[in-house]
Every structure is written in structure tokens, then in C-alpha cells.
């Protein structure tokens, strides 16, 4: 199973900008399908975006023109470049490895970050 670790959360005003990395070791991340996940307390972890081994890319809505998710195979890299951030933004954010190559709901990714916090202030 592939190990997972975030870096690059922290503090900014809103209007700003992070980028998360996400590296994976153990093993390579191949062709599974990665994806960027957020959580607030007390509310469920949401799918924030997601992309394909050959690049294809998912955003929820509410990050749609602001985020933009990238993978560099070869050094098993995600990362995930945040724009125009909001306090909504505010969250622990999880990179996660599906069992798959292709996006088939949230319950198949199988490996899980530690997670990284971003605080996003008004």
C-alpha cells in the first residue's frame, strides 16, 4: 500500500494562495486514481478534486477556477494549487490513492495522508 504524505498547509489571508504536495513512498501510485479531500470538524470529508493517471481532472464546484490539481508520475508527486482562497476553505486537507485508475465513488480510495491544515482568514 502506498504511503501518502501532505505538506505545504498553513495560514493565509483570504484572496491568497497555497500549494499542497502530496508525495507518495512505499510504493509508486502508478496509475491510481488521486484525489485532494477536505475536512471541516463536524462535517463530513469532502472530494475537493481528482485526476487520472493520464491527466484528467475533477473539481467540485465550489473550487471550480480557483484550484487546479496536477501529478507528476515520475516522482509520484500531486500537488494541488489554491487560488483566490476563502475562510470556506478553511479545513484539514487529506491527499487519498483509489484502488483504481479511474474515479468510481469515495469509498474505493484506500490510501490516506495524515492530512494538512489551511486556515484561511477573513
Known amino acids: 500500500q502506498v504511503q501518502l504524505v501532505e505538506s505545504g498547509g498553513g495560514l493565509v489571508q483570504a484572496g491568497g494562495s497555497l500549494r499542497l504536495s502530496c508525495a507518495a513512498s512505499g510504493r509508486s501510485f502508478g496509475s491510481d486514481y488521486m484525489g485532494w479531500f477536505r475536512q471541516v470538524p463536524g462535517n463530513e470529508r469532502e472530494f475537493v478534486a481528482g485526476?487520472?493517471?493520464?491527466?484528467?481532472?475533477y473539481y467540485t464546484d465550489s473550487v471550480k477556477g480557483r484550484f487546479t490539481i496536477s501529478r507528476d508520475n515520475a516522482r509520484n508527486v500531486v500537488d494541488l494549487q489554491m487560488h483566490s482562497l476563502k475562510p470556506e476553505d478553511t479545513a484539514v486537507y487529506y491527499c487519498a490513492a483509489s484502488r483504481y485508475s479511474y474515479y468510481t465513488g469515495v469509498g474505493d480510495f484506500r490510501s490516506w495522508g495524515q492530512g494538512t491544515q489551511v486556515t484561511v482568514s477573513s
Open positions: 485526476i487520472s493517471w493520464f491527466g484528467r481532472e
